[in-house]
């Protein structure tokens, strides 16, 4: 979007955690039309930053369903995705 590289899919569980499941309750965030014109778009990389950004009100949700606290309150899409996390090493 930015030259920076595809968006990314913040989860905030990792394979292995006791609350880890590869089934993502989504989460779309749309950047506001004040922090387009202000050039306040950034590269987002933690759930922390996205919940910022969401009370700041330069992130709002792409999604009507219930509310994550978590997220700043960022809504689900209403659909979910099955899409485990995997390691790719050497």
């Given at each position: 979007?930015?030259?920076?590289?595809?968006?990314?899919?913040?989860?905030?569980?990792?394979?292995?955690?006791?609350?880890?499941s590869?089934?993502?309750?989504?989460?779309?965030?749309?950047?506001?039309?004040?922090?387009?014109?202000?050039?306040?778009?950034?590269?987002?990389?933690s759930?922390?930053?996205?919940?910022?950004?969401v009370?700041?009100?330069?992130?709002t949700?792409?999604?009507?369903?219930?509310?994550?606290?978590?997220?700043?309150?960022?809504?689900?899409?209403?659909?979910?995705?099955?899409c485990?996390?995997v390691a790719?090493?050497?």
């Amino acid at each position: 979007m930015l030259g920076e590289g595809s968006p990314l899919n913040i989860t905030q569980s990792l394979p292995g955690a006791r609350d880890y499941s590869p089934i993502w309750d989504v989460h779309p965030a749309v950047w506001s039309e004040g922090a387009v014109s202000s050039g306040a778009r950034k590269r987002l990389t933690s759930s922390a930053q996205i919940a910022a950004e969401v009370r700041a009100g330069r992130l709002t949700s792409g999604g009507t369903g219930p509310a994550n606290t978590s997220l700043g309150g960022l809504k689900a899409a209403n659909f979910i995705s099955n899409c485990p996390t995997v390691a790719i090493g050497s």
